[in-house]
């Protein structure tokens, strides 16, 4: 006995389906994004109140348990989490859910009777794996659980290609035989090609793997709506694979790379030049009072704002900076590389965090014709998206790469821990140039120090 | 539901989803990536399905599994889109 009729339910379904696209068109917008996720999160509720009432199911105090679990799990990690560590858990959501969508796929094996239900099952369970085990070795790539430069070792090759064939030849066995075991021996397949595909990847494309993997998740579940005959995954999944498809295709855009040179670029070689070798060339470092009379005696300032300044927590302290900075009148203008951060957009976020204005935000395109007018260019955290070596030195891992034109302004300030490289592992020419004043420390400290020399001047 | 609808609706979905965000400023890649992201825990409906079905002990706990994993991405995603997208409100209020 079912309290919803099968047209109540299909008609409850299509009323989820339309909050999630609103929701997808909301989020494309600021003005209506947090309300367009508040509307998908209201549909996600609908359908899953819907699917309780609809079918006849067991097991019902279990699976609440379940997901009293599955709630206490995320919610509390999803709202203490630092803003700075949210790219990973992005990644770490997406592959448990590519793990649900695999799970759910080799459970339904054995009520498959028709072959084009099971090769939506093994299209689930590869898809849904190589999700699964690829977004655990993102997340461990940006927790820096281990290297974020590019993992090569010889034979990789022979390895992926192995993998993939025998991928493909379980893939007939099950959609021939329906035997679970050989299901079981795919699955395990798709964990070790999700790992094979990541590990050639480098830092600093990882957000891009991330994006794109979240698409496989959308396809995973899209082919479990096949499975289950409901309508509601299909669409909602299709909805995720194809808009996630053109998110990676513009943010890889973004960045000047193509989506096949990031995951095989690395199998081509090539990427060794630009060693982590310190070099003990001389720089110049200054103190905090000669970074604080550089800027408080210009007349335009751009501040280029990165990863470094999001891990020291120094947001607040910059836009404070930039507040003492403007009471002298001086002009003052963040430049946001696409990728600054960990992700695309992960700037503009932290920064809004700090309640800095967005008119007082540029995007790369808009900004860069302004290096050249600027009395300062203050670089905090930032390294690879100022490096002159993407437009440079072919070779480099970042060659190709848009960045931000710093070398065009007439002073260069660095705030940098150390003489370190930055994500993509290699050196900064620019640090070595006559126009670069560094200072060395933690970005919030220095930017503290920088600050009350501003106040005092 | 016949193979020809499942297909047309596919085709369907496929053409919303590219059309929904073919505009979007880079400002909005991460919480859009995260919203997808979200969505796509709905795939805990499935696993809600197969656990209510699930016939032996085996098939019950991996189910439930799935259940925790499914509630992991759906919960968590929206949560996490939406911290990130209440810092977005913040600055639009802004005195300057």
Redesign the interface.
């Known amino acids: 006995m079912t309290l919803l009729s099968p047209v109540w339910t299909a008609l409850l379904y299509l009323l989820?389906a339309v909050c999630?696209?609103l929701?997808?068109?909301g989020?494309?917008?600021?003005k209506t994004?947090?309300r367009?996720?508040?509307i998908?999160?209201a549909g996600?509720l609908v359908?899953?109140v819907t699917?309780?009432l609809s079918?006849?199911?067991?097991?019902?105090p279990?699976?609440l348990?379940?997901?009293a679990?599955?709630?206490a799990?995320?919610?509390p990690?999803?709202?203490r989490?630092q803003?700075t560590q949210?790219?990973q858990?992005?990644a770490l959501?997406?592959g448990?859910?590519g793990?649900?969508?695999a799970?759910?796929a080799?459970?339904?094996l054995g009520h498959a009777e028709e072959p084009?239900v099971r090769v939506a099952i093994v299209f689930t369970l590869l898809v849904g794996a190589v999700s699964f085990s690829g977004s655990l070795v993102t997340f461990a790539k940006l927790q820096e659980l281990m290297t974020t430069r590019p993992v090569v070792f010889r034979g990789l090759p022979v390895i992926m290609g192995a993998a993939l064939l025998a991928a493909i030849a379980a893939s007939a066995v099950v959609v021939v035989t329906g035997a679970v075991w050989i299901a079981i021996v795919l699955l395990l397949l798709g964990l070790a090609t999700g790992v094979l595909l990541v590990l050639p990847v480098g830092g600093a494309d990882v957000p891009i793997v991330?994006?794109l993997l979240?698409a496989f998740?959308?396809l995973?579940?899209?082919a479990?709506?096949?499975?289950?005959?409901?309508?509601?995954?299909?669409?909602?999944?299709?909805?995720?694979?194809?808009?996630?498809?053109?998110?990676t295709r513009?943010?890889a855009s973004?960045m000047g790379r193509s989506v096949a040179g990031i995951l095989f670029g690395a199998f081509r070689g090539g990427s060794t030049a630009g060693s982590t070798a310190v070099s003990d060339r001389p720089v110049r470092s200054s103190s905090p009072e000669d970074v604080a009379v550089l800027l408080g005696y210009a007349q335009k300032v751009l501040i280029v704002p990165g990863y470094g300044l999001a891990v020291a927590q120094g947001q607040h302290t910059i836009a404070e900076l930039q507040s003492a900075l403007e009471a002298r009148g001086i002009e003052v203008v963040f430049a946001i590389h696409?990728v600054a951060g960990r992700?695309?957009?992960?700037m503009?976020?932290?920064l809004?965090?700090a309640?800095?204005?967005?008119?007082?935000?540029r995007?790369m395109s808009e900004v860069n014709p302004e290096f050249k007018t600027a009395d300062v260019a203050l670089v905090v955290g930032a390294n690879d998206v100022v490096n002159p070596a993407a437009k440079s030195t072919p070779g480099s891992p970042i060659y190709g790469m848009p960045i931000l034109e710093v070398e065009e302004a007439r002073q260069v300030v660095f705030l940098k821990r150390s003489m370190r490289p930055g994500f993509a592992g290699i050196e900064n020419e620019l640090l070595y140039e006559p126009q670069t004043t560094l200072l060395f420390g933690d970005a919030k400290d220095s930017l503290t120090k920088v600050l009350s020399a501003v106040k005092a001047l | 539901m016949d193979g020809v609808a499942l297909l047309t609706i596919t085709v369907l979905a496929i053409f919303v989803g590219f059309e929904v965000v073919s505009k979007v400023s880079s400002t909005l890649h991460t919480p859009l990536m995260s919203g997808a992201n979200a969505i796509h825990g709905i795939i805990l409906v499935g696993a809600i399905i197969v656990a209510g079905q699930a016939a032996d002990a085996a098939t019950l706990v991996v189910a439930l599994l799935a259940v925790v994993l499914a509630t992991a991405n759906l919960v968590g995603g929206f949560v996490v889109t939406d911290r990130m997208l209440e810092m977005f409100r913040g600055r639009r209020g802004g005195a300057r």
């Open positions: 989820a999630f696209i929701a997808l068109k989020l494309s917008s600021p994004a947090r367009g996720n508040l998908g999160a996600a359908a899953v699917v309780f079918s006849r199911l067991e097991n019902i279990w699976i348990g379940a997901i679990v599955g709630s799990i995320a919610a990690v999803a709202r989490v803003m949210m790219p858990l992005v959501f997406n448990v859910g793990g649900a969508a799970l759910v080799l459970l339904e084009w991330i994006s979240n998740t959308g995973a579940v899209a479990s709506g096949l499975v289950l005959g409901n309508v509601l995954l299909l669409v909602a999944g299709t909805l995720v694979g194809a808009s996630g498809t053109i998110l513009a943010m973004a696409p992700m695309p957009g992960h503009n976020v932290l809004a965090e309640n800095v204005a967005y008119e007082s935000l995007e």
